[in-house]
């Protein structure tokens, strides 16, 4: 089965799909309990889940028509990637055929919830999502 996942390209961006190229870097990210404390549930993971969850996140294109991409930075840039590159993917919900879109949040992770603010999104209702819960932040159809 083949399919083409969308690449996104931003003035200091790009969003690309997951390669077998990344899983060093990505490994890396989720084995540090800083960067994960507000991801999945929580907790770093090791190597192998790392590719397994590469392997879920490719897998989620042909199945659903959408999901994660890879974020490369295209030129130094510093603050606002994250706005930037949601930004970005937002713009592109119509080619996706996407009436609604979330966040999920964990409650106290303020920088996500600025992110989703400056975005348009505002506070639903909280959730449980993978044994914990998550604020569900609704981003306004366009």
């Not at 770093?44 to 996140?57: G, S, V």
């Not at 919900?93 to 609604?100: D, H, L, P, T």
């Not at 879109?101 to 992110?115: E, F, H, K, Q, W």
Request: net charge positive.
């Amino acid at each position: 089965m083949a399919f083409d996942i969308p690449v996104i390209e931003t003035e200091r961006l790009r969003l690309r799909a997951f390669a077998a190229a990344d899983l060093d870097a990505y490994a890396t990210m989720c084995a540090d309990a800083e960067v994960m404390r507000f991801v999945g549930d929580g907790g770093p993971i090791d190597r192998d889940a790392a590719w397994r969850q590469m392997a879920l996140f490719l897998g989620h294109w042909p199945l659903r028509g959408f999901g994660m991409w890879a974020l490369e930075e295209r030129t130094s840039g510093g603050r606002g990637l994250a706005t930037e590159a949601c930004r970005a993917a937002l713009a592109r919900r119509a080619a996706f055929g996407i009436e609604r879109l979330i966040s999920l949040i964990r409650p106290g992770n303020a920088r996500s919830a600025a992110v989703a603010e400056r975005l348009g999104a505002t506070l639903a209702r909280t959730a449980d999502f993978l044994g914990a819960p998550v604020q569900v932040w609704e981003h306004p159809r366009r």
